[in-house]
């Protein structure tokens, strides 16, 4: 089983809002940094949202700050991402990402585990 499962993706027009969710399995939650990372087509990855894994902190991308909340449930295992004010300009492929014992850099190169991605698409 894929140590990181994405879900929660889909179709939603401009102004609209989605949850995403990001589930581990095999891996000590508590232990990593999260982050969620994007890539729109012809274009490179980008670090969206990340958490430390030891308070909470957090980080973002100045292109989502305001609109996206980055949130971690250690007892579920599940990492989340609530994306309000959607515009056509965040549509891409997201990405969950796991970082052992980090903070909150969203520097993709740090990042160990990866899931496969959920796509959201945002119509105007």
């Known amino acids: 089983q894929a140590p990181l499962v994405e879900s929660g993706g889909g179709s939603v027009q401009a102004g609209g809002s989605l949850r995403l969710s990001c589930t581990a399995s095999?891996?000590?939650?508590?232990?990593?940094?999260m982050g969620w990372f994007r890539q729109a087509p012809g274009k490179e990855r980008e670090g969206v949202a990340c958490i430390s894994f030891i308070d909470g902190s957090t980080s973002y991308a100045d292109s989502v700050k305001g609109r996206f909340t980055i949130s971690r449930d250690n007892i579920k295992r599940t990492l989340y991402l609530q994306m309000d004010s959607l515009k056509p300009e965040d549509t891409a492929m997201y990405y969950c990402?796991?970082?052992?014992?980090?903070?909150?850099?969203?520097?993709?190169?740090?990042?160990?585990?990866w899931g496969q991605g959920t796509q959201v698409t945002v119509s105007s």
């Open positions: 095999g891996l000590t939650f508590a232990d990593y940094a």
């Open positions: 990402a796991a970082r052992k014992y980090g903070g909150t850099s969203c520097a993709d190169r740090l990042f160990a585990y």
